[in-house]
């Protein structure tokens, strides 16, 4: 028998889960954890803004495919913490937020920092908890994991009184660490249907997202696809999981992906949807997507089956395990016909990069970027034109290389997510691409990077504009500008320093490669500023609401409007 | 997201919904948020409710009149997903209890 406080008890908790790193916040209703922390192995990493320290352990959870845990206290500290939360609710990120809620006694009387958390939380975690005593903690604390990383993983939020933090309890011993439940069986019957319609089909694309990284299968979808020389599309969130370079993959599909790709799938009779969840970004206008394919959807949540497009079979399912499945029962075929036609469109239509040799143009600072990042380091990004910048050229190559904020599109993103990847994964670089609207939201990390002396480089596509907005706004609204042009230009690399951060501004630079690629080598926190055409586009582009194939190009667009 | 084949339709004010969904759920002050929530962002049209603790009280039973003809199976898929519900059937006879309570209500 031994006597433990509900605070030390989670901290015993967290350490038994394997947690060894904490993003957070104190404040008056978490205090007791945060005294119990002290005396624990776990390091805890003082964030700037909760927001950053959800971020933080989103980066970790991101870069490790474990669940990370960040603290806030009650009132404005878990208020500040839901973007992040919803941002891990929409990408199924698994983070567990422990956050602090006045005594429960004063629970409904508006005291000081009360915020109904628990009430909050619902809509934007996969579930949530409301502590109300120490025993409970036994459970919650282990099922908290467990719901966080089983099936398709995402956040759990725990909000714990400060009198059940200070109450103390009995223990013979502690519950066992939660972990993830098993994956459901797979069926062979729907592995044998599946196989016939693969199979069968004459002109397959595998449409992979997310599921793919979730659940460690880009080995197996890279066999499958060279046996059966099927082309691979992939979503925002599922690049990293085919190689860049490998014959058959086809980039990214979607609002902003090659044309060829968008017109492959126009013309594909079977789409083979694995860990995907037809969100609209990728699919345009749902009811005009690949108008010629069978669906054979595979996913590990019942609920995406059928949710935006009927599949003609559905499966649910660990998506690794299936395809694992599937493997043995698929023929190995060339696609000799199909091949030919996806190149052909692949030569008339392939993704342009102007300005790709430019260091001061935005497919240039990218690919040149890219050529002087370590192949093993971490790219995050924040929202905008920058983000689908990298998305288009960067090379990843493997999976978890790659964190953005893909269905919240959360600006604010990238700075903080790169720190947890670092934080993570000190051994490798975290380098996080920009723009100065999206840094501007987030820009208090700055300090915590310096702090902790991370290896976070920042390149910040600087175009004094919210970029994307003011894309939309040419393209969408008549030229009608309002709003998108910063007219205050903060000097970013007086910031940084100001922060303690190194900074270059390759503006100002005689070689701008040299300056980039010695910011890059230096170990520690840095960010590289590059000013850029203020009035550049991110093509081509599918006008929201309409179908794929009705992309808009540089030229062509100029072209009808001239 | 409205259907809009349902939108159409003029439901009469003594709707109960086209299905009843019986639920047993965890019995805790939260569990109603989560129910109620669910059909509110999702826009799933809910009718009826009705909700009683069963056995010990750790756990509830509730009924449920939803007016939803084409996305039935994706508001049931949405319903196991949450963690306090332990079980979801579509339950005809739930109708009968509604007239019942309807009755009383009178
Ligand atoms: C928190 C948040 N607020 C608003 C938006 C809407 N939004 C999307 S992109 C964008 C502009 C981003 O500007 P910047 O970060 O400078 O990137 P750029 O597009 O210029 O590359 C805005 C305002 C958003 N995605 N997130």
Redesign the pocket.
Known sequence: MFQLTGAELIMRLLERQGITIIPGIPGGANLPMYDALRSSKIRHVLARHEQGAGFMAQGMARATGRAAVCFGTSGPGATNLI?AIADAKLDSIPIVAITGQVPQAMIGTDAFQEIDTYGLTIPITKHNYLVRSAAELLDVIPDAFRVATSGRPGPVVVDVPKDVQNARIELEDFPEPGKADAPPPVRDEEVAHAATMINSARRPVLFIGAGIIASEASEILRTIAGRTSIPVVSTLLGLGAMPDDHPLYLGMLGMHGARSTNMILEESDLLIAAGVRFDDRATGKAAEFCPNAKILHIDIDPSELGKIKQPTLGITGDVGSVLRALAPRLHSTQHSEWLDRVNELRGAHPLAMPGAEDLLQPYGIVRQAAELIPDNAIITT????????TAQAFPFSWPRQWQT?GG?????FGLPAAIGAALAMPDRMAVCF????????NIQELATAAEEDVNVKVIL???A???????QQELFYGRRFHA?KFHAEPDFAAIARGFGVAAYDLGESTDPRESMAHALAESGPCLINVPITREENVYPMVPPGAANRDMIEGESYAKQYA | MQNSMLETETPTPTSLGTATVRLVVRNHPGVMSHICGLFARRSFNLEAIACLPLDDGTRSGMLLGVREEDRITQLIAQLRKLEDVLDVRIDPQGREAFEAVREYMA
Do not use: K
């Open positions: 973007t924040d929202v905008g034109q920058h983000q689908m910048w904020s919240l599109g959360t600006m604010g920009s723009g100065d609207g999206s840094l501007l939201m596509m600087n175009n504009h919210l970029g994307l907005v003011r894309q998108s």
